[in-house]
Nanobody
């Protein structure tokens, strides 16, 4: 199973970025796919997740600014981020295969992870 994130970078406050997560070797059309972030010295936190049918969940801190979507034909999940703030600065990771009954925002409930992509907002 491989998850490969891309799209990170440096942006000024108020700007936008779109992160991508290409998924391979996994039964893509099932279960949750999540986005997490981890800033230096902080715990990894759930940002957003999307389920097979398109249902989505968001952390309160990003509601109204971030949108998670998926392109099943491309086996890719996206995180569209707008109105970025300096506190959004972190390494962003995508995750797949949420354990049955697991909470989407708990990183320990996912079994596969990408390598991360850095987002810096100044």
């Amino acid at each position: 199973v491989q998850l490969v994130e891309s799209g990170g970078g440096s942006v000024q406050a108020g700007g936008s970025l779109r992160l991508s997560c290409a998924v391979s070797g996994y039964t893509y059309n099932s279960n949750y796919l999540g986005w997490f972030r981890q800033a230096p010295g902080k715990e990894r936190e759930g940002v957003a997740a999307i389920y097979l049918g398109g249902n989505t969940d968001y952390a309160d801190s990003v509601k109204g600014r971030f949108t998670v979507s998926r392109d099943n034909a491309k086996n890719t999940v996206y995180l569209h981020m707008k109105s970025l703030k300096p506190e959004d600065t972190a390494m962003y990771y995508c995750a797949a295969d949420l354990n049955a009954g697991g909470r989407w925002y708990r990183p320990d409930e996912y079994n596969y992870w990408g390598q991360g992509t850095q987002v810096t907002v100044s």
